[in-house]
């Protein structure tokens, strides 16, 4: 089997290592033309939606000083797309839960697959496959008739450096939440309060956008909350709780895992 040439190219953007992955590029031109442009797209989305810059339009927004009619077009966009994630989990996910605009939870995911999409999956005329990796967030795209499939692995969160289950991804995205990586950072917007319980929530759909805040709110619902999962219209997902217990879904079924392979 002929190795493949997968090209690499790494920038650190919205606070995070962003890496874009071509696979048996056929045009080195159009490679070096969407990465710069997908990088660039993604370096203007965080000049708009940083909360870390006080000169971003977010910053200004939660300051008092512009109003979202007034920002940047994007802005109302993905405030609409946050009101009704809110709606459709329940109160689950929330921009606004602070008294402010903090649309964090949603842009990551929402600016990775809309730069991908725009800059990244053209070059599947040329190219075997292209994906997107956002802090072991993935946006994952495979041209037709290739037989590529990207093997992803779900990280333990209870053993450090240890893979918990794998799966197999032609086209779709994959996210991932939970304090294992940054500690207890999620809180529950109905309450106010962090998020206990969950070590970790892995979910396949799409869009990476839909992805990461359903992970999100599955960590803020709970070990014991998992009715969202008919309403999320997801792929699949596996939750691990603090204590251990592993729970999957396929569609809107939860099952329980017994496998650590599993495809998507």
């Known amino acids: 089997m002929t190795t493949p040439d997968i ?18 590029p056929r045009d080195d031109t159009a490679v070096r033309d969407a990465v710069r442009a997908c990088v660039a797209d993604l370096r203007d989305i965080d000049r708009v939606f940083s909360p870390y ?3 971003s339009e ?19 966009e993905v405030a609409a797309a946050c009101d009704d994630y809110e709606h459709a989990t329940g ?6 839960w602070r008294g402010g605009f903090d649309p ?10 809309h730069a991908s999409r725009r800059h990244l999956a053209p070059l599947l005329s040329s190219s075997r496959a292209v994906g997107i990796n956002a802090g072991g967030d993935l946006q994952l795209f495979t041209a037709p008739g290739s037989d590529w499939v990207w093997d992803v692995g779900i990280a333990d969160p ?16 994959v996210a991932t939440s939970g304090p294992a990586e940054r500690g207890s950072h999620i809180i529950d917007p109905r309450t106010g309060h962090r998020a206990h319980g969950v070590a970790s929530v892995t979910v396949v759909a799409d869009s990476l956008a839909h992805a990461d805040v359903w992970a999100t709110a599955a960590v803020a619902a709970g070990p014991s909350e998992t009715t ?14 603090d204590t251990g217990t592993i729970t999957r879904w396929i569609g809107s079924t939860p099952v329980e895992v017994t496998s650590s392979s599993w495809a998507a």
Do not use: C
């Open 7 to 24: 090209r690499v190219h790494v920038e650190h953007i919205m606070g995070t290592a962003i890496s874009i992955h071509i696979v048996d």
């Open 228 to 241: 969202w999962i008919a309403g999320s219209h997801t792929r699949t997902g596996l939750l691990v709780t």
């Open 91 to 96: 109160g689950l996910f929330s921009a606004s």
């Open 158 to 173: 209870h053993r450090s450096g240890s893979v918990l289950a794998t799966m197999q991804v032609t086209n779709g995205s």
């Open 104 to 113: 964090t939870g949603y842009v990551k995911g929402w600016a990775v697959e």
């Open 53 to 55: 810059r006080a000169d």
């Open 58 to 76: 977010i910053s200004r927004i939660r300051a008092g000083d512009l109003r979202i009619r007034d920002a940047d077009p994007r802005v109302a």
